[in-house]
């Protein structure tokens, strides 16, 4: 026998081995005699017993008498990251169409509103897109509106003088 003793496989040298191209390794014929009694196969893909990846148990430790459902200060941190989400969406489509046209007046809202509801509603097909677009339009229009009423509102009584 070669090398020792064992399979009679080569050991190669290099990187070869590194990447088990060579070296010691076992073929199917030499665990024909390894006993596999109450082991189940391992999972070619994770190199684990797929049995220690079933949860079959609680995930957290409640108290004593605790219902397993989620309360509402839990149930506030999905909204409140979803909020969150969305004026972080807006707020960098105002920056980039501020930066893009070089000016800062309240057509960057509106169209940063209509970008936001556009992408927010992107999962419902083209009519999702559409119904986010005039949603966000509609609101941040609404809001340019009564940002600069008191503006509007001199500008038309100087022109009725």
Not at 125 to 130: E, K, N, P
Not at 138 to 155: D, F, R, V
Request: aromatic fraction near 10%.
């Amino acid at each position: 026998m070669e090398g020792g003793g064992g399979s009679g496989n080569k050991t190669t040298g290099g990187l070869a081995g590194f990447f088990g191209a060579g070296g010691a390794g076992y073929s199917h014929a030499d665990l024909a005699g390894v006993p596999l009694t109450g082991m189940n196969p391992l999972s070619p893909y994770l190199n684990v017993d797929p049995r220690y990846l079933v949860q079959d148990t609680d995930e957290f430790i409640l108290p004593t008498g605790a219902n397993k459902t989620r309360g509402r200060f839990e149930l506030a941190f999905f909204t409140i990251g979803g909020c969150c989400m969305t004026a972080l969406l807006y707020s960098a489509f105002g920056v980039i169409i501020e930066k893009t046209r070089g000016a800062e007046d309240d057509l960057n809202t509106v169209a940063a509103g209509t970008m936001t509801g556009m992408l927010y509603k992107c999962t419902g097909g083209l009519r999702g897109i559409a119904r986010g677009g005039l949603t966000g339009l509609t609101l941040t229009s609404l809001y340019a509106l009564y940002n600069n009423w008191e503006h509007m509102k001199g500008s038309l009584l100087q022109q009725s003088l």
